[in-house]
């Protein structure tokens, strides 16, 4: 049974620090691997998807790598702002096609403090 | 293009009481999701249809909750009789659904914020 692990459940950090994210998953065989971001009162929003064949996804300040074989995601959030404060997920997509279950962590909710 | 659509945004009831939540999804999207977040956790998935038929509804407690897709658009989620253990948020997603680029996509609604009390 997949398991989505995130660490740590919550950070504050200064505004213009860079920061890591981290996610894990027990069962190497997915798809491809997603973050999402939600704020309060809010549905997810996509940021970034890796599939299964790459490494890495970038998107303005924010760079997500994917370790396959390992089980390890990481997101990495350059030169962090206030308005970068919300919770993060990872979701992890089961099986061989684009029709699997989504699988999400617990989450990481960020703090950015001015 | 407008979001997915969900009401109400609150609900609070009390335990025995039932409850039903409403989806209109993106227009022309196939696929439709309905996810159960507790606080402090992940989206678990509860059910997802594909047009009007059920594709995955293995999480879903069958003896309490019900769902329906009718004519493959809006869907409805009932809970009937609530129990504490119920109080998350309802989050409903929907896709293109799969043969479409990037058909794999959810986007996702601002959920329902149910309290049992």
């Known amino acids: ?114 | 293009e407008a979001g997915v659509a969900q009401s109400p945004r609150y609900k609070i009831i009390e335990k025995r009481q039932s409850v039903a939540f409403w989806c209109n999804p993106i227009s022309g999207h196939a696929t439709l999701y309905w996810y159960q977040q507790i606080l402090g956790q992940g989206p678990k998935l509860l059910i997802q249809f594909q047009n009007n038929g059920v594709v995955d509804d293995s999480q879903l407690p069958k003896d309490r909750f019900s769902a329906e897709r009718l004519k493959g658009v809006d869907s409805t989620l009932k809970i009937q009789p609530a129990k504490l253990e119920d109080s998350a948020v309802y989050l409903c997603a929907s896709s293109l659904g799969p043969g479409s680029w990037g058909g794999e996509t959810q986007y996702f609604g601002p959920g329902t914020r149910l309290l049992v009390l």
């Open chain 1, 1 to 114: 049974k997949q398991e989505v692990t995130q660490i740590p459940a919550a950070l504050s950090v200064p505004e213009g620090e860079n920061l890591v994210l981290n996610c894990s998953f027990t069962d190497s065989a997915i798809y491809n691997l997603q973050w999402f971001r939600q704020d309060p009162g809010k549905g997810l929003t996509s940021l970034l998807l890796i599939q299964s064949s790459q490494r890495e996804q970038t998107s303005g300040r924010l760079n997500a790598s994917l370790d396959k074989s390992s089980g390890r995601s990481t997101l990495y959030i350059a030169a962090s702002q206030p308005g970068d404060s919300a919770t993060y997920l990872c979701a992890v997509r089961q099986g061989s096609s684009n029709t699997g279950k989504l699988i999400f962590g617990q989450g990481t909710t960020l703090q950015v403090k001015p």
